[in-house]
């Protein structure tokens, strides 16, 4: 029998395949073992694309996942283990406030809505109308995350909405892909906050909406019901609305709440 | 009776592996499978949004199987026959879309193809529009799934006889000819393979898409990327729409498996190694 050897060898293999699984089970669960609240433990964040480059700045400890609003909620809704909520609208964490998954949301700065283009300009965008030119490539968010919300709403403010419409070539999730497309010169045009504009320094080209149009964008934050962190969470969200945590965002540009 | 003892043990272990192994893989699916009730997972595979996505998903598929096939099998067979120095760093040249991260290959797509990239201002003077077009969705899928197609058509040519396509050089044939009419046949069903498998991972593709050619409804929304956008919105739908996409795959699997399998029972190599034998007048 020449394949009693390989039979037993490959016995062998699935023993230590459970072995490795187990070892690495047990070393996440010492990792993050003492789940009750302490100093030590960094808050978990979910927060808006838009908040990318300032919450860093803010608290540096805390962990991090940046995403569109739409898909952060959804993720605390299917239980994702996070400690904070942050949006770049009242809508989902209003949401979620109404389903008992997140304490109070808060209004913690607000932002504004631009229009941006690449810095080349290509397609010789001077005012938010010349959108509306046939052969105009504009990228927007998603309608369910509060960008592609913000842009739409700009849209119907305008009276441009169908026009404008016509000349959207791709929706994204979230507002840092818009402002990759227009940085790439994939794009002609697209709708993003002040502060991704800025933050993009050089790449883009900035054009203010006209007052009438600007949407209201207000940035909400909230404590995760389910955390296992709260003192951190709130620890987290103080900072954010600490003189010092509002100064930051006032440097990168967002508005007082 | 020690005997007796140890090959029950080995046949427990072996079939507690199998549940282990099959369950692992089919239980994702199963929960897809099951999340909603059947009328509703049907209604789902019906609306605007996955019909749009549908038939853009299978026209740029479909067209770029097409050109998959069309130079991709020669290139395959050339690239299976030829010996030359430097041969195992085309293969591997080949191979390397395999591995790449599709995000990676999306950003690749996008420096090379995309309005600012290295071949952009050329196509720009050609007319040729990329950005955010069918065609992108299109190049993405011909980079992503291609060498799939290409690394099991050359392996299905390597594996035929050689002794064969001398004997129809001796007897006269072009190199053509021998493609054509004696290699691609014989090795039908490995290309076969190759075609399903591209064309799977094709219907699937996301990463490079979303990053090279957007997403927009009817136009660049893939099957994937309606899922993707719809996952936050309405879940119900956007797994529908996987239901749906795992649906397409395993028919295109099942049926390259049962095609290849008919192939290869109907078209068995010896008869036609008969017919060629070198017994046969010149």
Known sequence: ????????????????????????????????????????????VLAAASLTKVFPEIEPAAKYSFGGSGALQMQIESGAPADVFAAASPKQPDALYAKGLVGKPVQFASNRLVLVTPAANPAHITSVSDITRPGVKLVICNATVPCGDYARTAFTNLGITAAATKNVVSETTDVTQVLADVALGQADAGFVYITDADAAQGKVHVIALPAQAKPATKDFIAVVKASHNRAAAEAFIAKVLSSEGQAKLRADGFGSP | MRRAAGRAALGVSAAVVCTLVLGFLILPIAALVTYQPVARLIEGFGTNIATEAMLVSLKTNAIAIAVILGLGTPFAFLLARLRFPGRSIVITLVELPLVTPPAVAGLGLLVAFGRMGLLGGTLGTLGIEVAFTQLAVIIALLFVAGPFYLRGAIAAYEALDEDLLDVAATLGAGPLRRMAIIATPLAAGGLGAAAAVAFARGIGEFGATILFAGSL??????????????????????????????????????????????????????????????????
């Open chain 1, 1 to 44: 029998m020449p394949s009693a050897r390989l039979i037993r060898s490959v016995a062998i293999l699935p023993a230590a395949a459970l072995a490795a699984v187990a070892a690495g089970c047990g070393s996440s669960a010492t990792s993050s073992g003492p789940t009750s609240a302490s100093a030590a433990t960094p808050a978990v």
């Open chain 2, 217 to 282: 409804r009817g136009s660049t929304q893939t099957l994937p990327l309606a899922v993707y956008s719809l996952f936050d919105v309405n879940l119900d739908q956007a797994i529908a729409i996987g239901v749906l996409l795992i649906l397409i795959s395993a028919v295109v699997l099942l049926a390259s498996k049962l095609l290849i399998a008919r192939w290869t029972s109907s078209k068995s190599i010896s008869p036609s190694r008969g017919e060629l034998s070198p017994s046969t007048p010149s």
